[in-house]
Every structure is written in structure tokens, then in C-alpha cells.
């Protein structure tokens, strides 16, 4: 393997934690990510080498999720919108965990942000990425980045207090 | 949280974050030390924190394996073709759009055959020498003796105009096919060298004739440096005839 493809396998770990902070299920967020390698893999010659993979590929992942989002919302206004309660409670069996109540509870405080501030969650808290990188990925401007990540931190904290968890 | 006077949330949210600068997070330290309320809110952030990152931890997933195995099965295109391409888009940026010849070529085409030598040669390519002579006897044949109509080679070779410089220099254009590549080359010394490159796709696989498929840089190239027209397919018969003298 070469090195695009070496630090393409390196990434999965990273890439399925990040679909997960944006897919409503495990089945979604495994779509999402082999989604993404292929098309990462046909899109090689984009990636200008000595630039970020992680960037280059979170950015593909967020361009997937958001074309997925937008046709599913089309969907949503044709079908019945019935599918707004199941997706929390498949996350409990996510890859048969144990997790903790609090985790869980956190989990799905970060699965009901909005989009725009669940991606700036998951790239700066979750998966580390400094502003100006998740800015680049989420491609708008440091700003705007900076407001979301304020946001989504609020009403985190708001959401996770109503539940009596400890932020 | 109600903000703080002196510090909103995005400052407090920007030094658990380590986007503050170390004078502007030791001040707000310093500031929270004395102040049991701006300390709570800073925990209270920096205890998100950790819990957001511990409820989705990194873990392996047994279907990354089948995810690697994709990826390793699909090698890319040629990787020096790849580098190769990614330093004439770099040249080529819409910035840096203005061609470059002369000079400022030799320049290009040194860190060009380094990084262009440096791969393997198998497969379709070119090597330029120092100072921009073109040393790939394949492209050298091919400027040396093919006409526009004879179209591409078996390589995707071809010419595309011929013309000659205001320094009386016979130059012609060219395109590489698998190389990806098109440039402008003129006679001097008895052989070749490199005026303009650019990355080029051929249309399709077939390569059409004249202007049509050279890229706009080589294109501003040819127009700097042609004295007169493009010569027709008799007069570029007869100079190839003639040597090039």
C-alpha cells in the first residue's frame, strides 16, 4: 500500500467515531463511512499530498452527510415523519456497548444538536481538531465555526442538566 | 451561565479548547483563581469536555477490516504521474496563472525531473533535463519527426503546432497523453527544450488536432513567443524534412 492508502486505513477509527456523532445508527454511521473511503478512493487525485488526509476525508464525510441529510429531509416532507422516535434507542445496543447512563445520555444530547453544531462538536471536542481546521472542514468561515462550538456547548449543558447529569 | 463581565463563553470555550494565546489563557487563569464563579463555569466547560469525548470513544470496529481491505485493493493512478500533476496544478493555480517560460521554466523543469526521476519510469512520462532540455527519446522522436496529422502515438503523444519563435527557433507544441501532460517545446542546440507544461486530459482518449485540447497556459505560451502563424501541414512537413534548421 502506499502512503494515501496507509493513512486512509490509519483514519477508519476516526472516520466511523466521527459518523457516529453524525448518523442517527450504527447502520447509518457504517454507510456513512464506507461511503466515504470510496469515495476517497476515486477521488484520490484530489488530495494534494503533504495536505491533512483527516481533513481532506472528514470533509468528504461531511459533504456525504449533508447531501444525505437534505434528500432525506425531501423524503421526510413526502413520508410520514414516523421515523423521529427510533433513532435514539438503537444507539443503546451501538455495537453491543456498555455503556454508562451518562454516556448514553450525553450521547443523544450531541445526536439532538443540530446539524451545523453537532459536526463542530465532533470535530473540535470529540475528535480533537483545532478551529481552524474544523472551520476548513466544515468549510465556513473561523467564526461562524467558533459560534456553532458556543452553541452546541450551551445547549449541551442546558440539556444535560435538565436530566440531573453533571456536565 | 450568565457571562462573565470580563469573559463570554467563547473566551472561556476557546481556553479549554487551547485556542487561547498562553498571555490570554494565564490571565484568564489568574482571573479565575480570585473568582469562584468564572472557576465554576471553566470547570463546568472543561468537564463537558471529557464527557463529550468519553461517550463516543475511538473503538475498532471488526467491519474496518473489510473497509482496509478495499482500500488496499485500489491502487491509485500512477503515483508519479500523481506528484507530477500536483506540482503543475501548484504552477498553474489561478493565482499564479501568468506562463512561465524562459528561465522561470528551467526552474520548474529541474524540481520537475528530480521528483519525475525519482519514480519509477515505467510508467508513461518524460524526463527533462537540467536547464529544461528534454532528454525522453520518445518525446524527443516524436517532436523530432511526428506531424500533427499523424495524431497520437501509442503512448498518447502527439503534436499539436508548429511555428517558429521570434528568435527564429522552430517550437512546437505537444501533448503526453498518459502522462497527463501538455506543453511547448523549441529547437535549440539540436534537440528540445521545455517552454511551457501543463496538465492536461485527453478528450476521450483521441486526440483531436491543433488548438483545440492545449491547455490555456501552453496556449498564452505559444501566443508570447509566435512570430507569424502556426505553420499548415506541408510547410510542417518540409521543415521536418529539412532538420529543423
Known amino acids: ?167 | 451561565m450568565t457571562p462573565d463581565t470580563r469573559y463570554d463563553d467563547e473566551t472561556l470555550m476557546r481556553r479549554v479548547d487551547g485556542e487561547l494565546s498562553p498571555e490570554a489563557g494565564a490571565a484568564l487563569d489568574a482571573a479565575a483563581a480570585g473568582d469562584p464563579a468564572l472557576a465554576a463555569r471553566l470547570a463546568t466547560l472543561r468537564s463537558l469536555r471529557t464527557r463529550v469525548r468519553e461517550a463516543v470513544p475511538l473503538a475498532s470496529d471488526p467491519r474496518d477490516r473489510d473497509l482496509a481491505r478495499l482500500i488496499a485493493a485500489t491502487p491509485g493512478p500512477s503515483p508519479v504521474a500523481g506528484r507530477l500533476l500536483d506540482r503543475l496544478r501548484d504552477a498553474f493555480a489561478p493565482a499564479r496563472a501568468p506562463l512561465w517560460a524562459g528561465l522561470a521554466a528551467a526552474c520548474f523543469v529541474v524540481g520537475l525531473s528530480i521528483g519525475w526521476l525519482g519514480g519509477d519510469r515505467a510508467g508513461a512520462g518524460f524526463t527533462v533535463d537540467r536547464g529544461g532540455v528534454i532528454a525522453d527519446a520518445g518525446l524527443v522522436r516524436v517532436l523530432d519527426s511526428r506531424l500533427t496529422s499523424d495524431g497520437a502515438d501509442a503512448d498518447g503523444r502527439a503534436v499539436g503546432l508548429t511555428f517558429r519563435d521570434a528568435e527564429g527557433r522552430w517550437c512546437r507544441t505537444f501533448q503526453a497523453g498518459e502522462a497527463g501532460v501538455a506543453g511547448m517545446a523549441c529547437r535549440e542546440d539540436g534537440g528540445w527544450t521545455m517552454q511551457a507544461l501543463a496538465p492536461f486530459h485527453a478528450s476521450s482518449g483521441e486526440l483531436r488536432t491543433a488548438a483545440a485540447d492545449i491547455p490555456a497556459p501552453v496556449l498564452a505560451a505559444v501566443d508570447a513567443a509566435i512570430a507569424g502563424d502556426a505553420l499548415d501541414a506541408a510547410a510542417e512537413t518540409a521543415a521536418r524534412d529539412a532538420g529543423w534548421d
Open chain 1, 1 to 167: 500500500m502506499d502512503e494515501f492508502q496507509t493513512g486512509l486505513v490509519d483514519l477508519l477509527p476516526r472516520l466511523r467515531r466521527f459518523a457516529r456523532v453524525l448518523a442517527r445508527s450504527d447502520a447509518d454511521a457504517h454507510d456513512l463511512v464506507q461511503e466515504t473511503v470510496e469515495r476517497a478512493l476515486a477521488r484520490r487525485s484530489g488530495f494534494r499530498p503533504g495536505t491533512r488526509l483527516d481533513s481532506w476525508a472528514f470533509t468528504i464525510m461531511r459533504r456525504i452527510f449533508i447531501d444525505q441529510t437534505r434528500s432525506n429531509a425531501r423524503w421526510a416532507r413526502v413520508v410520514a415523519p414516523a421515523d423521529e422516535v427510533t433513532p435514539n434507542i438503537a444507539d443503546a445496543a451501538m455495537a453491543g456497548e456498555d455503556l454508562r447512563a451518562d454516556a448514553l445520555a450525553v450521547r443523544e444530547a450531541i445526536r439532538a444538536l443540530p446539524d451545523d453544531q453537532r459536526l463542530a462538536v465532533g470535530l473540535v471536542l470529540i475528535d480533537g481538531l483545532s478551529y481552524a481546521e474544523a472551520a476548513e472542514v466544515m468549510g465556513v468561515p473561523a467564526g461562524t465555526l467558533t459560534s456553532r462550538l458556543v452553541r452546541g456547548r450551551q445547549t449541551l449543558i442546558h440539556t444535560l442538566a435538565e436530566q440531573g447529569v453533571s456536565a
